[in-house]
């Protein structure tokens, strides 16, 4: 069809030069004059065969009523023909409604890594650059990383390391790269255990008191398999087994997620037991995902300071790469060659740059202030219009609308009251895709659309967890706004029609197909990546609580890794110098303080500190059922207090084995504390 064959035309450019370029994606339409939609217009697709992936586009025309020709049901729950109708309207609508007659978008370059490059880029960016010979790398810090890594995390390393030492033995290079073997102290061969001068690593104990993974010793292929005794088993996803039919109303199944145990790990024990059902690709009754209570408290992306957090970036990315590895399925990570992009505007502005501009207006601003305006626009109007998103807006007044806001939006001038519904709607889609970088990001949008190569939804959940913690902080927060907006549309759907399938089939193509990011590929490929992608989006809406969590085995190896810095930072000669001279300094001002802390900690006492409030300390007795929303109740009670919302304080857990970490309400205060027994116990103000 015209429509395949312009799609591949539109990335078949430059494929002589080592790169893929990205364009406006524009497949051609009927030859004759655009003519404004009506507000309630909606173009559809007729699919011949989907099966097959063969379909052709075409314009249809409104029936009498003005109504679609079959019903929605709010209770459509999988991937079926209908809902892929709107799939591919929506990419005719994104053609129609494109941005592109006047204004040229700029090419965005992605580089197509050379053998052995883009195991180099990704040693770097795990922090391992000086296992192949980077001199500005400190060997200590990837020694002390290396040292916490589980044996598939490790493997994952050995195997990049290996292939870099065989591109450059190919390239007669002549720089060092170490032996795999003295980098982790394996032998060679696939199996044998590590020998013994493999440092040695205490395990840590759960909050049920069972081993933790944290390191390449800790974890043996037994340790992973998960015991019978344990408390949180690891539970194979329920799929295939035990489906109804799609008009019995029975609830999902609840699995939990296990975040105590290498996601990798997990996968290896499992690999045998779990095989795709016939049926797994509908999914018509995604499981109910759930975490375990951890009484040391769960950790979510913004608890922990921004120390920890480049801690947590190497490990969620080694991490990925072994759960990946686990499976055989390829991730390369792209990279963006730098070209000239819009240096100011609202629309095809790159995400930080936007930032920039609305932190001028606004100070803190995480989320870009359009996007903010868009959706509390929309909801304005209310969101139980049927066809919220689906429906577009009258392309010529978006295009209007678009450069009104470009000319007006921060003066403060704009109308807002002006503004259709179905047209702001468009507008939000509009500036999605229109980022000159996608949203998921140009590294990591190839590794979303490999999730759905994993063999069941517990570890498609698992990679969009490690992904999410992956990617950078503007572009995590802006997803997690645009999330929690389709959660409120699809919390409307009796009325309004959309359900999680009808959302994610409209904003797939929007998000994964933004500037053009799509391959050369085969009608049966396309279609299955419009099937895949849909799918993803389904699952970053309908788990979106759940994935901005870090896992506790990921928490436990930033914990592993401050201890040895802190051993490293002890047996510096210069810095015990400077130790024993600040000890010496306020040795008689914390001499009384350092006496009380002791006496406390052995009548099962915590001080908690409070500065940010002239609250000098309080003393508080702990019990097993102690929890960190009870010392918060009990400070806030407190007479003479200065007023202040509960949800804007945060107890915080700070130093010991941790730089600072906001606690979960329901963190039991006694077991925390026999993880991290020289912390210091602070309540600060958070807006979580």
Known sequence: SNFRNNAQLAMSRQQESKGVVLTGYHPTTEASPASPHCADEVESVSILSRKTG??????????????LPYSRSSSQ??????????????????????????????EVVVKVPDEGELEEEWLKEAGLSDLIGDPAADSQDSLVLLSTLTRTQAAAVQKRVETVKQTLRIKNKQYHVPDVRDIFGLHSAQGQKPSDNHEEVSAERSQNGKRDVISDDQTTSEDAKCPPEQDIPVTEMATGTGKTSPGQNIPAPETDINLEISFSEQAVSLKEKLQRSPGDADDAHLPNFKLPKDKTGTTKIGDLASQDMKKVHPLALIELSALFDTFGIEFKSHKAVKSKLKESGLFGVPLTTLLEQDQKKQQGTKVPLILQNLISHIEEEGLETEGLLRIPGVATRVR??????????????????????????????????ELPHPLLTVEYLSGFVAVQKLPTKKQQLQALNLLVLLLPEPCRDTLKTLLEFLQRVINNKAKNKMTLNNVAVVIAPNLFMCKGFRSKASEQQQFTMA??????????IQYQNLLWTIPKFIMNQVRKQNMENQKKMTRDKAMKKLLKKMAYDREKSEKHEKNTTETDALHGVIRVQAPQFSKVSMAVQLTEELKASDILARFLSQDGFVSVKREEVCLCEIGGNIGERCLDDETYMKELLQVNPNAEWVIKTHLR
């Open 77 to 106: 729950d999988s991937l079926d023909e209908l809902s892929m109708d709107d799939y591919y309207s929506e990419l005719e609508h994104i053609d129609k409604t494109g941005r592109g007659d006047q204004e040229q978008q700029e």
């Open 400 to 433: 209007t609308v678009c450069q009104e806001l470009e000319a007006k939006f921060y003066d403060g001038s704009f109308a807002w009251e002006s503004v259709k519904q179905h047209d702001a709607a468009s507008l939000l889609k509009l500036f999605i895709r």
């Open 54 to 67: 063969h379909y052709n586009i075409h314009n249809r025309v409104k029936n009498a009523a003005g109504k």
């Open 531 to 540: 099937t895949g992608t849909a799918n993803i989006v389904k699952l970053l």
